[in-house]
């Protein structure tokens, strides 16, 4: 028999696909974290930093929504208004629209972010029930100036809200 043989070749291919499995289903060895990584970790774990980190990003997110829903503004005279008048109305709604929601968004991040942290180092667990407590303190907190009605709904609310996100997202096993 030739070395080029047909079934030299598949034994050959089998006995190589049979070594590749087993490299595979070897277990790579444990690479432990460096100094940096876990200098990483402990500041991202204090719920100052995780807060105020999300109250920015938020911040940030309202900004550009604010700019986006501005711009649809349409003013209520739109027919007697020239096109100057028309984009200097719409550039101050722009304005007024986007630091608003900029702050709201802003307070409720850090607000959302700062109680779902303070309730799992509470708990010491990572599951959707901090989520619900973090969304029924944010929606209670943002909407208590209308009453306890008000806070009960925002309460309930904001934590349906952030339970449908957490099961969308599927953060938690």
Not at 20 to 38: D, F, H, K, V
Not at 42 to 56: L, P
Not at 89 to 97: D, L, V, W
């Amino acid at each position: 028999m030739s070395p080029t043989d047909p079934e030299t070749e598949s034994a050959n291919a089998a006995s190589s696909s049979k070594e590749a499995e087993i490299n595979q289903s070897q277990i790579e060895p444990l690479r432990l974290p460096t100094i940096e990584e876990i200098r990483g970790q402990d500041i991202w774990n204090n719920c100052a930093v995780r807060s105020v980190v999300s109250g920015v990003m938020g911040g940030g997110l309202g900004l550009f929504m604010g700019l986006f829903l501005g711009a649809l503004d349409n003013p209520l005279m739109q027919e007697e208004m020239t096109g100057k008048q028309q984009f200097i109305y719409t550039a101050k709604q722009m304005g007024r629209r986007s630091w608003s929601s900029c702050k709201t968004f802003a307070v409720m991040g850090l607000i959302f972010s700062a109680a779902e942290c303070v309730v799992e180092k509470a708990r010491a667990k990572h599951d959707t029930t901090n989520t619900v407590v973090a969304g029924c303190v944010t929606g209670g907190a943002l909407s208590a100036k209308g009453g306890p009605k008000a806070a009960c709904a925002g309460c309930a609310g904001f934590a349906a809200f952030s339970v449908l996100i957490e099961k969308f997202l599927d953060r938690h096993d």
